[in-house]
């Protein structure tokens, strides 16, 4: 069992920067393909960014690409959103979530269902 705790989300203004974690237990967290998801009041859970176990490969949603940044640090078992340019459409609870196998390509890490592990979310609030 994986257990997923975020951290780091927060109130910024518009054009700030946050920088997103999520601390993982367990030993296999290599193994696990990592991915964040936002969820804003009324509206469904998204993808935002995906990386891999080795950290070899990512994906992120369009509208995140160039502002965001995933990255990993497996001796820490812990994955990291960064985010610049914040924008106020980027309010939302951010998730991060874990994929135990059988998932290649953005379009298999876009769907929510594929993710085994979810953490509690963190809220992150961007003011205009």
């Known amino acids: 069992q994986v257990q997923l705790v975020e951290s780091g989300g927060g109130l910024v203004r518009a054009g700030g920067s946050l920088r997103l974690s999520c601390a993982a237990s367990?030993?296999?967290?290599?193994?696990?393909?990592m991915g964040w998801f936002r969820q804003a009041p009324g509206k469904e859970r998204e993808f935002v960014a995906v990386?891999?176990?080795?950290?070899?490969?990512?994906y992120y949603a369009d509208s995140v690409e160039g502002r965001f940044s995933i990255s990993r640090d497996n001796a820490k078992n812990t994955v990291y959103l960064q985010m610049n340019s914040l924008k106020p459409e980027d309010t939302a609870v951010y998730y991060c979530?874990?994929?135990?196998?059988?998932?290649?390509?953005?379009?298999?890490?876009?769907?929510?269902?594929?993710?085994?592990?979810w953490g509690q979310g963190t809220q992150v609030t961007v003011s205009s």
């Open positions: 367990g030993r296999t967290f290599r193994s696990y393909a």
């Open positions: 990386i891999s176990g080795s950290s070899t490969r990512t």
């Open positions: 979530a874990a994929n135990q196998g059988g998932c290649s390509g953005v379009g298999c890490y876009r769907n929510r269902y594929v993710y085994n592990h």
